[in-house]
């Protein structure tokens, strides 16, 4: 597990570091300093010429202390600042101090261009940026932006919400980003994942007292997270999944979430469809049980018996919006006491029923798409894509659900829980299909006895560890939801 941390959290972890434990604020700073000298020795940077660009705030202090260090290797710097003098943090006016005693040309007024220098450091903003960028910043950030040398970031790409990845207006796009610690948020959401480059987490002997508020699943930890299989078991050991999907002309979503179901671990998968999907399904997926309905024609009694009889309920994917998804909807959600999962048609339903969650009788999990999520909670979907982690927190407290909120990067809110970020997975996965795979994914999970507050992250981290491997082996055009089914069998033999 990695932690990802907010800017109040990191500054929280500073401050401690400082005045609790006594490790002082200037000494924090010439580690941060040394580590990126590090990285711009170690990572083929033309260090012919460099320009360090300096805010006055701390992270300007670190840039100051990064040009002293490589004057003493004998390169050749420059140290652009750029803000007011009076606005200076004391350990930044401290490193100009020393700085100048070590002959660090340092320069106020802005060059039309960087084009003679082959590699640029970031250090105008920090973390703690939350105004859009304005004056002479604009320009400097345009400026690097439009040079050809590499440039790297310290602790952030200046111009980014440290907590929401947004541009603030305008933002530096670099090469690598040297961040201290811990991840921040806004470097694994987008747009600042893909402005921050390739990312390296400096160790400088920051000590958190409290725990982080968001984490993330890192590549060899997914043996440790899958649920444990016994040699002395058999189907039933590993749960009963129904899934309640299709409607006429929409067969697909019932099989890649029954197929992801078993593909995942599921002992038994059962699907609950209108009977026009009966044969088709059958042929596609031989293993399943399948009990069909005839529309407009529900027997409560049967649903009633599928209910009692399953470890967790998938409904909605492919059902569309009508009366039969609503009246059984409701059903499940008054009458299983087993977690559910809806996705896709059953959210639809819910946009002017919401008050059906109120009444659930168990965990549910929610999993909108941008689009769905903007029906549920009537935003615009740019407004929640400028801020995931807070629509999904708050959804899921306000209807005490688990929300996986699904976009690039997924989120999963838990309420009175960490936040899970998910980086795994690629662009060639927005096809359609995909989110139906997920569901089966999470829904064998859960059959497999792991919590539902330990599956919903799990199985999303899965499903784009799949689609990885399905993108290596085929590319991000060609990918369909049925490759990320088939790749499951290479991510799951860990």
């Known amino acids: 597990m990695q932690y990802l941390v907010t800017s109040s959290e990191m ?39 460099i320009a360090v ?15 002293r260090l490589l004057k003493l290797q004998h390169i050749d710097v420059d140290v652009y600042l750029i803000g007011q003098v009076e606005h ?42 939350n105004r859009i960028v304005s004056g002479d910043f604009v320009h400097a950030i345009e400026q690097i932006n439009q040079c050809c040398a590499d440039v790297l970031a310290i602790d952030i790409p200046s111009g980014l919400c440290s907590n929401t990845g947004k541009i603030l207006g305008v933002a530096v796009k670099a090469k690598q980003t040297v961040t201290f610690a811990y991840a921040k948020i806004g470097l694994s959401l987008h747009p600042g994942a893909e402005l921050a480059g390739e990312i390296t987490i400096a160790d400088i002997g920051i000590y958190a007292d409290t725990p982080a508020s968001h984490y993330t699943y890192q590549s060899n930890e997914l043996s440790k997270l899958l649920p444990q299989r016994s040699n002395n078991s058999h189907k039933g050991s590993y749960g009963k999944v129904l899934v309640i999907a299709g409607s006429e002309n929409m067969s697909g979503a019932a099989y890649f979430s029954a197929k992801a179901a078993y593909k995942t671990g599921a002992g038994l998968v ?26 407009n024609k529900i027997d409560i009694k049967k649903l009633d018996e599928l ?34 999962i809806i996705d896709a048609d059953g959210l639809n339903t819910l946009v002017p029923n919401l008050r059906l969650l109120k009444q659930a009788q168990s965990t549910i999990i929610v999993t909108p798409h941008l689009g769905e999520m903007a029906r549920l909670v009537k935003l615009p979907i ?11 927190k708050k959804f899921a407290q306000d209807y005490n659900v688990i929300c996986v909120l699904k976009d690039a990067k997924t989120i999963v809110t ?21 989110g139906d795979v997920l569901t089966g994914i999470m829904a064998g999970l ?28 085929l590319n991000k055009y060609s990918l369909l939801a049925s490759d990320i089914i088939d790749s499951l069998n290479e991510v799951l033999s860990v």
């Open 270 to 295: 059962h699907i609950y469809t209108p009977m026009c999907n009966r044969d088709i399904l059958l042929t596609q997926i031989p293993e399943v049980l399948l009990t069909p309905f005839i529309t």
């Open 382 to 392: 740019e407004a929640i894509k400028n801020n995931l982690v807070d629509t999904a």
């Open 53 to 67: 660009v300096c805010g006055y705030g701390n992270n300007g202090g670190d840039g100051i202390a990064v040009a």
């Open 11 to 49: 500054k929280h972890y500073d401050a401690y570091t400082a005045n609790k434990i006594g490790l002082p604020s200037l000494v924090l700073m010439e580690r941060a300093a040394l580590a990126v000298v590090n990285q711009l020795n170690e990572n083929n940077y033309n260090l012919n010429k």
């Open 88 to 129: 200076a943090s004391k350990e930044t006016l401290q490193q100009i101090k020393i700085a100048q005693h070590y002959n660090i040309n340092f320069i106020t007024s802005l060059p039309k261009c960087f084009t003679e220098y082959t590699t640029i450091v970031d250090a105008i903003f920090g973390i703690g940026l």
């Open 446 to 473: 859960i059959a497999q006895h792991l919590p539902p507050t330990k599956a919903a992250p799990v199985s999303v981290y899965l499903h784009g560890l799949a689609g990885d491997v399905a993108s290596k082996k």
């Open 307 to 340: 209910i009692n009889r399953a470890s967790v309920i998938v409904i909605g994917p492919g059902m569309g919006v009508s009366d039969d998804t609503h009246k059984i909807l409701s059903y499940v959600l008054q009458h299983a006491r087993i977690p559910v």
């Open 414 to 434: 838990i309420p009175g829980q960490t936040t899970y970020i998910n980086q795994s997975g690629n662009c060639g996965m927005a096809t359609g299909g995909a």
